[in-house]
C-alpha cells in the first residue's frame, strides 16, 4: 500500500460518501410515501438479513415505510455526523457508533450490542489456497480486504495479519476495498486470489469458499451495536424498530444468515 495509491484511494472515497450523502437526501426529499418514513443505515454485511426482516415488519407495520442506505460502517457514521437524514444506525463495529455518541448524536439509551460475527479467509472455489501462511506465497498475487480506515472487516483483517505476523510479508498484494461485500465481489469474480469476510457474507456466494477463520485473539471481537438516531425524524417508531431488531422474529433471521446474537 504505497503512499501515492493510499492517497488516491482516499480522495476516491471521500469523493464516493459526498456522492452518497447526497443521494441519500435527494432520496429522502422526493419520495412522499404514505404513513411514517424510516430510514435505517446499516453495514453492508447486514443488507441480506435485513431486507428480510425489514419485509417481516413492515408485513406488521403497513404505515411504515422504511428506507435502507447500505455501506461501510465508517462512511455511514460520517454521513450521520454530516447531517444525513437516518433514524437507526446498525454498525459492525463499536467505534463508529462510540464517534456518534461522543457527539451526542444517537439516543444512548436505545444501543446495544444486537449481534457478533466471525471474520474468515476466503478463496475462489478452484483455490489451492489452504492456510493464512500462504497468502505470503508466490501463488498469492492479490488480496482484497476492507479499508481499515472505514470498514471495520478491514481493520479485523489488518489486524489478524498483524498478529499472525503476515502484514509486512503481504502489503504489496492488499487490494482496498470501499465496504465487506466489495470484497466478497472481487474474489467471486476471480479478481482477487483470498479476500477477509465475514463468514455470513462468504455464505452469500457459491463462487467462493472458506479457506480458514481468522484464529481467535487476533482481532477485536466482532460486535454489531445498534440506535436510534437523536436527529432523525420519527424517534418513536425509531425506537420501536430498534426494539424489533432485538425479538424473537428478528433473531431468527439473524441465526438464519449466520450471525450470533450478542444481547441476553
Do not use: W
Amino acid at each position: 500500500m504505497a503512499e501515492r495509491p493510499r492517497k488516491l484511494r482516499t480522495t476516491r472515497q471521500r469523493l464516493r460518501e459526498v456522492l452518497l450523502l447526497a443521494m441519500l437526501c435527494m432520496l429522502t426529499a422526493c419520495r412522499a410515501p404514505h404513513g411514517t418514513v424510516l430510514t435505517v443505515s446499516a453495514a453492508a454485511s447486514l443488507s441480506d438479513a435485513m431486507q428480510e426482516i425489514e419485509a417481516a415488519y413492515q408485513r406488521e407495520h403497513s404505515d411504515v415505510t422504511l428506507q435502507n442506505n447500505f455501506g461501510s460502517s465508517g462512511t455511514l457514521a460520517q454521513q450521520i455526523e454530516h447531517g444525513a437524514p437516518v433514524d437507526v444506525f446498525l454498525s459492525a463495529a463499536a467505534e463508529p457508533m462510540n464517534d456518534l455518541e461522543a457527539r451526542g448524536l444517537i439516543l444512548a439509551e436505545t444501543r446495544r450490542d444486537l449481534l457478533r460475527n466471525t471474520l474468515v479467509l476466503i478463496a475462489p472455489r478452484d483455490s489451492a489456497l489452504r492456510s493464512f501462511q500462504q497468502l505470503a506465497g508466490r501463488s498469492v498475487r492479490t488480496i482484497a480486504l476492507g479499508d481499515p480506515g472505514s470498514v471495520p472487516a478491514g481493520k479485523y483483517a489488518q489486524q489478524t495479519l498483524t498478529s499472525l505476523q503476515l502484514l509486512d510479508a503481504v502489503r504489496a498484494k492488499l487490494v482496498l476495498a470501499g465496504d465487506v461485500r466489495a470484497v466478497l465481489a472481487y474474489v467471486a469474480t476471480g479478481n482477487a486470489d483470498a479476500g477477509l469476510v465475514y463468514a455470513t457474507d462468504a455464505l452469500v456466494s457459491g463462487n467462493v469458499r472458506v479457506v480458514a477463520a481468522a484464529p481467535e485473539g487476533t482481532h477485536d471481537p466482532i460486535v454489531y451495536p445498534e440506535a436510534a438516531i437523536r436527529t432523525g425524524r420519527n424517534e418513536a417508531t425509531a425506537r420501536a424498530f430498534a426494539d424489533y431488531l432485538n425479538s424473537p422474529a428478528a433473531r431468527a433471521i439473524f441465526l438464519k444468515h449466520g450471525f450470533t446474537i450478542a444481547s441476553p
